[in-house]
């Protein structure tokens, strides 16, 4: 195990669920090098950038200072973050061409992020959806090219469910090159009744993760595909609830008659990221999923991090399970033994 570390010479606790946007990506944007499809909008506290048919929010320090991301870590106890890419930068309407260049981009900024501190620091790769075979080539280049432990997705393409057809190659190269993919929600269903209240982020993200996984099950995307590993943040979103209906469903309506298996034996197929926010759902996930099937998450930088996720997991789950869920991280990440 590594010195200088706030764990050093024990398993090293790893939150597999936070954001970064690298300077040179913005820089990348701010000189025009994606034309008028990603550009950069206000200046100073006030920086957007325009997509061609979605916005930012502002942009702000701590998305991009790796020091002060360090410090936050140190203070957490946690000693390796996997970066991936602000959502907000999905860039799922780009054309292909524009898409390759630019998620290429931004994972080139990613690996510069773990480059400068590569002790505390791993990514996720950013991959050009909705177009199957540009993501494929994009995830394997960042993946032998760049070091990416794996990819972050939406849990739509531009309202397109995860078994829609055209993401079969992008599948077929996460599985065999052994890469999990975490799935975060983007552009939720129903947001037109989620506008106020913040109802589309505390509601619509963890449903909509929900849908994503119930669309993989049923339609067969993890029958296809047996080895493939995906990470569903946000606790899973309401799957580890709900699959018991959707098992009955299954069996009272006929649906999915193809399925290798019942609804409810697929949650083990998913990883599930610890941001429930409360040690007795963090718990009941447990009893739910298993200990084996999670991970630390923490969504920094956002203000929906969770207080002391570390200590959390400690109250909900043991003494001992941040090295547990850091030690199913790993054996995730292929970053060690298993």
Do not use: K
Not at 234 to 246: D, F, K
């Amino acid at each position: 195990m590594r010195v200088g570390t706030p764990n050093a010479g024990q398993e090293e606790i790893t939150d597999v669920h936070a954001h970064y946007l690298a300077p040179s990506v913005v820089e990348h944007i701010r000189r025009g090098a994606f034309g008028e499809h990603v550009q950069a909008a206000g200046g100073g506290d006030d920086v957007r950038f325009q997509f061609r048919t979605t916005a930012s929010l502002p942009l702000f320090t701590r998305m991009t200072d790796t020091r002060e991301r360090i410090r936050h870590l140190d203070q957490c106890g946690i000693d390796i973050q996997v970066l991936s890419t602000w959502i907000d930068m999905f860039g799922y309407d780009l054309p292909e061409d524009i898409a390759v260049s630019y998620h290429t981009a931004v994972n080139e900024g990613l690996a510069e992020g773990v480059r400068e501190h590569p002790d505390r620091f791993r990514f996720l790769a950013s991959v050009p959806l909705p177009w199957g075979e540009a993501a494929a080539t994009v995830l394997r280049d960042a993946v032998t090219r760049l070091g990416a432990v794996g990819a972050m997705i939406g849990t739509n393409i531009g309202g397109s469910n995860l078994d829609d057809p055209r993401f079969e190659a992008f599948w077929i190269a996460s599985e065999e090159l052994g890469c999990p993919v975490e799935l975060h929600p983007v552009s939720v269903a129903g947001a037109e009744r989620l506008a106020g209240y913040q109802l589309a982020n505390f509601l619509g993200n963890p449903f909509d993760t929900t849908i994503a996984g119930a669309s993989l099950i049923f339609g067969g995307v993890l029958d296809h595909h047996p080895a493939l590993d995906l990470i569903l943040v946000h606790g899973g979103g309401y799957l580890p609830q709900a699959v018991s209906r959707m098992t009955h469903g299954r069996r009272a309506r006929g649906v999915a008659p193809a399925l290798a298996r019942e609804p409810i034996d697929y949650l083990d197929r998913f990883y599930y990221d610890t941001i429930v926010y409360d040690p007795r759902l963090l718990a009941m996930l447990r009893d739910l999923v298993g200990m084996d099937r999670m991970v630390l998450g923490s969504d920094y930088p956002f203000d929906m991090e969770p207080p002391d996720v570390v200590g959390t997991a400690r109250t909900a789950l043991g003494q001992h399970a941040p090295e547990l869920l850091a030690a199913n991280a790993r054996r995730l990440l292929r970053q060690g033994p298993a």
